[in-house]
C-alpha cells in the first residue's frame, strides 16, 4: 500500500518562501513520477508540478519561475519549494503518485497566504 505524508504547510506574508515535502512508502519510489496538486476554496483541485524519474520537471504556468519541485530518492522524499509566495497560492496542497494504474494521494498540507 503506497502513503504519502505531506509537511510543511503554514501561514506567511506575501513574499515569503515555504518548502512543502512528501514522504512516499510502499513503492519502488525512484521509478515513481511525483506531483505536487493544490487545491484553494471553490475552486477545482489543480496541477501544480510534476517530476519524473530520473528528474525532469513541469510546472504550471502559474507557478513557473517561484516554484521548483525536486526529489531525493534516498529519502522517498519529493519536495515543493515555493518563492515569492502571493495571496492566490493559498490552498491545501497534495502530494499525488499513480502506481501500476492506482492513483495515490496525501492527507494535505495547507498553505495560506496572507498579510
Known amino acids: 500500500q503506497v502513503q504519502l505524508v505531506e509537511s510543511g504547510g503554514g501561514l506567511v506574508e506575501p513574499g515569503e518562501s515555504l518548502r512543502l515535502s512528501c514522504v512516499s512508502s510502499?513503492?519502488?519510489?525512484?521509478?515513481?513520477?511525483m506531483a505536487w496538486y493544490r487545491q484553494a476554496p471553490g475552486k477545482e483541485r489543480e496541477l501544480v508540478a510534476s517530476?519524473?524519474?530520473?528528474?525532469?520537471?513541469n510546472y504550471a504556468d502559474s507557478v513557473k519561475s517561484r516554484f521548483t519541485i525536486s526529489r531525493d530518492n534516498v529519502k522517498n522524499t519529493v519536495y515543493l519549494q515555493m518563492n515569492n509566495l502571493k495571496p492566490d497560492d493559498t490552498a491545501v496542497y497534495y502530494c499525488?503518485?499513480?502506481?501500476?494504474?492506482?492513483?495515490?494521494w496525501g492527507q494535505g498540507t495547507l498553505v495560506t497566504v496572507s498579510s
Open positions: 517530476i519524473s524519474s530520473p528528474s525532469s520537471a
Open positions: 510502499g513503492s519502488r519510489f525512484r521509478f515513481d513520477a
Open positions: 499525488q503518485t499513480t502506481v501500476r494504474g492506482a492513483k495515490y
